[in-house]
T-cell receptor
Framework: KNQVEQSPQSLIILEGKNCTLQ??????????LRWYKQDTGRGPVSLTI?????NTKSNGRYTATLDADTKQSSLHITASQLSDSASYIC????????????FGSGTRLLVRP | NAGVTQTPKFRILKIGQSMTLQCAQD?????MYWYRQDPGMGLKLIYY???????DKGEVPNGYNVSRSTTEDFPLRLELAAPSQTSVYFC?????????????FGPGTRLTVT
């Protein structure tokens, strides 16, 4: 069964600190992996999309890594800001239907001043 | 561009009532999707459409219907609301189905069935 697991479920950090969110997946065949940011009461917004051949991708203070061998990904947030408080969702696309996405349940991040 | 818009933002239904959730996009995207997000769970695909006049079931289609008469609009119909349909509903669109095409999400509709 295709699954995407994220850890931790929730995380609290102080403003200015770094953090790393984890994603493990069992999706076959793999097509690509995406990280989304979802603010409370809003729809998800794409941060990065990585294909099989990419092992790191950055978007400002967000850096995603992908290890296709171990089926793991991480999202690293540098110098956190209060506006980073949100849920971060790992999403994997299966190769047979690239527009059908398998969503993780997300990591809820709270950045405190 | 307004992107993907959804109405209403909130709705409370009684069991057995019907309603239509509206979704529109102004990006000329061919693909449109409906998801539901339950607390603590990942988004689940309800229905999707690859173009006007073409729709197909996703992972959790029971209790819902869709239509796609235009490229811009993709309404979701609930015929006989049940408490299990209490959820947040998101509409999304993408240009195509290529591997790296982004899906753009609307702001969501929070539905409560009591």
């Amino acid at each position: 069964k295709n699954q995407v697991e994220q850890s931790p479920q929730s995380l609290i950090i102080l403003e200015g600190k770094n953090c790393t969110l984890q994603c493990n997946y069992t999706v076959s065949p793999f097509s690509n992996l995406r990280w989304y940011k979802q603010d409370t009461g809003r729809g998800p917004v794409s941060l990065t999309i990585m294909t099989f051949s990419e092992n790191t991708k950055s978007n400002g203070r967000y850096t995603a890594t992908l290890d296709a061998d171990t089926k793991q990904s991480s999202l690293h947030i540098t110098a956190s800001q209060l506006s980073d408080s949100a849920s971060y969702i790992c999403v994997v696309s299966a190769g047979d239907s690239s527009y059908k996405l398998i969503f993780g349940s997300g990591t809820r991040l709270l950045v405190r001043p | 561009n307004a992107g993907v818009t959804q109405t209403p933002k909130f709705r409370i239904l009684k069991i057995g009532q019907s309603m239509t959730l509206q979704c529109a996009q102004d990006m000329n995207h061919n693909y449109m999707y409906w998801y539901r997000q339950d607390p603590g769970m990942g988004l689940k695909l309800i229905y999707y459409s690859v173009g006007a006049g073409i729709t197909d079931k996703g992972e959790v289609p029971n209790g819902y219907n869709v239509s796609r008469s235009t490229t811009e609009d993709f309404p979701l119909r609930l015929e006989l609301a049940a408490p299990s349909q209490t959820s947040v509903y998101f509409c999304a669109s993408s240009y195509g189905s290529q591997k790296t095409y982004e899906q753009y999400f609307g702001p969501g509709t929070r539905l409560t069935v009591t």
